[in-house]
């Protein structure tokens, strides 16, 4: 026990020290300016949903990033140098609650500390929190708390957190409200138990959005509804590089029409998976399989999306989380040095010889082609298991499953259909 | 004629720095690498894929520079022959257009080859 210890404080203080000479070297740019951006628009007393692509998240972290700007001009400091303290402190307490998640599954101490350490000390989730400043961990955070209390409900009111916890989670990132519907199904519940986690969701994101919906009904819809994601990371990215191969242009297109056919596939393919989960105690593992799903098929992805399923799988221990991370961590060196290397490297930047600069394309190429194929692999490795379930099922659960099984496969046509078209248009 | 045929890997593909990390494995000799490097320019300029001009251009540029420091007067022929079909791939492009120019540079480098 005090070997784990040692091992978990140990751990934690190599990655604050290697986060921090990515903080102390980092600059104000790409989605932290944006941050605070945004906080100044709040603090001027205005929507920020206002400004259109300014801010495409719920606004739950735009109360932070004010407050952050608060504190930045009362210290006399930078602001990304303190906005980042957020999600790298979400970092240490995920790291902590994985920890103590294994220790209640009954994992020895010694095991329990290393699996966690695997998270807080994974480049991916170093770079994501420290160098870049994105926020998924504090909804990875949220993510693990609410799972923990559903899976663990010690006490009664737990219950009743879980959900609360989920709709705050949402309320910073939508992310999670892919997985919602997995929570509904999970377990042996009865109806009004699912109705009332839903309510008690649903009433927290709602009570959070509200004031900006009542600003500016619109705008706040369509920033946050309107926002598909970008092609950065996935197969798109793939496809992206062997666009590159024509003549230069990083842009794909066809990015728009991947995005809109892989969103029906996606949609279509995780209420497969749900009904695959319903009333079976894996809620950890579904939720896992969702967002590879996501990963594996949506095209419209960010770099920060790969830490979504870290927790998940470490809290599994499954291995593959091991090669995931391999290949995550060139897809987004890749990504990093060829796009935003000032992202990466901060004030160090000019050492890669500026942007756009061709001798990383190949990088981001195949470290992304090696990340979708580990994902894929991984989400079918899963699904095999998964898939026992489904004898199971009553006769009218299985039709539907079939049915959703077949429509998944149909939605796939157009995706393949552009993707080999861009492969072909760029290797002619 | 100076050019014969195209490069199998080019400055556009995705396999380019393989490419060039054999090269640097193998110490393939200036000379020859001088003739890798216009191929290749050949292949980019031909195809209109500008976006690699730029660095197509350099690549030529820096081996053509380490032949002049090296005083190789074997190229001397070979840079005659280049100087042809680089003109005629310059005048491929509009006048005094960034390609025109860029292709003009490598004009201008090759002839102090002679």
Redesign the interface.
């Known amino acids: 026990m005090k070997e784990a210890k040692l091992i978990l404080v140990s751990g934690i203080f190599i990655s604050i020290l290697i986060r921090g000479f990515f903080i102390f070297t980092g600059l104000e740019v790409g989605d932290v300016k944006n941050m605070h951006d945004t906080a100044n628009m709040l603090l001027s007393g205005l929507n920020p949903y206002t400004n259109s692509h300014l801010y495409p998240y719920p606004p739950l972290y735009v109360f932070v990033e004010a407050a952050t700007a608060l504190f930045t001009n009362f210290a006399g400091t930078s602001f990304h140098f303190l906005i980042k303290f957020w999600p790298n402190l979400a970092d240490i307490f995920i790291t902590l609650l994985l920890y103590k998640f294994l220790r209640k599954q009954k994992v020895s101490p010694t095991p329990a500390a290393i699996w966690s350490l695997l998270y807080i000390l994974n480049p991916v989730t170093i770079i994501t929190s420290s160098a870049h400043g994105q926020f998924d961990s504090i909804v990875s955070l949220l993510t693990i708390l609410s799972i923990y209390l559903l899976t663990f409900p010690s006490k009664k009111f737990y219950i009743l957190l879980s959900p609360i916890i989920l709709g705050l989670a949402i309320s910073f990132k939508a992310n999670p409200a892919m997985i919602l519907p997995v929570f509904l199904v999970f377990g042996q519940r009865a109806l009004p138990e699912r109705a009332r986690f839903f309510l008690l969701t649903c009433l927290t994101i709602g009570i959070i959005f509200l004031p900006f919906l009542l600003l500016n009904f619109n705008a706040t819809l369509v920033s946050v509804f309107g926002y598909s994601g970008v092609s950065d990371f996935g197969y798109a990215a793939v496809l992206r590089a062997l666009w590159y191969q024509i003549n230069a242009e990083y842009w794909l297109p066809q990015a728009e029409d991947l995005i809109g056919a892989s969103k029906l596939a996606f949609l279509l393919g995780a209420a497969l998976l749900v009904i695959l989960s319903s009333g079976k105690d894996t809620l950890i593992r579904s939720c896992l399989l969702i967002y590879l799903l996501f990963l594996t098929v949506f095209s419209g992805q960010s770099a920060q999306y790969s830490i979504w399923v870290l927790p998940l799988g470490i809290l599994l221990r499954d291995r593959w989380v091991i090669a995931f991370s391999f290949a995550a961590l060139f897809a987004h060196l890749g990504f990093y040095l060829f796009f935003a290397p000032e992202l990466l490297l901060g004030k160090y930047f000019t050492i890669t010889g500026g942007f756009y600069q061709t001798k990383y394309m190949p990088l981001y190429f195949f470290g992304n082609l090696m990340l979708w194929v580990v994902t894929a692999l991984w989400l079918l490795k899963i699904l095999k298991g998964q898939w026992a379930n489904f004898q199971a099922f009553k006769k009218p659960v299985k039709s539907l499953a079939l049915a959703l099984s077949v429509l998944f496969l149909v939605s796939l046509i157009p995706v393949i259909n552009l993707t080999l078209q861009i492969i072909q248009a760029s290797t002619k | 004629m100076g050019f014969t045929k195209y490069e199998s890997v080019n ?8 490419k060039r990390f054999r090269e640097k494995i193998f110490r393939v000799p200036d000379q020859e690498l001088f003739d890798t490097r216009f191929n290749e320019l050949i292949y980019i300029a031909n195809k ?5 001009l730029e ?1 197509s251009v350099s690549r030529y540029i820096s081996i053509s520079g380490i032949l002049m420091q090296n005083k190789k007067s074997s190229v001397s022929e070979k840079a005659k022959q280049n100087i042809k079909i680089l003109e005629k791939l310059r005048d491929g492009y509009p006048a005094n257009s960034l390609p025109w120019i860029q292709i003009q540079k490598t004009v201008d480098t090759t002839r102090r080859l002679q």
């Open positions: 400055g556009n593909s995705l396999l380019y720095p393989f209109k894929k500008t976006g690699f660095e």
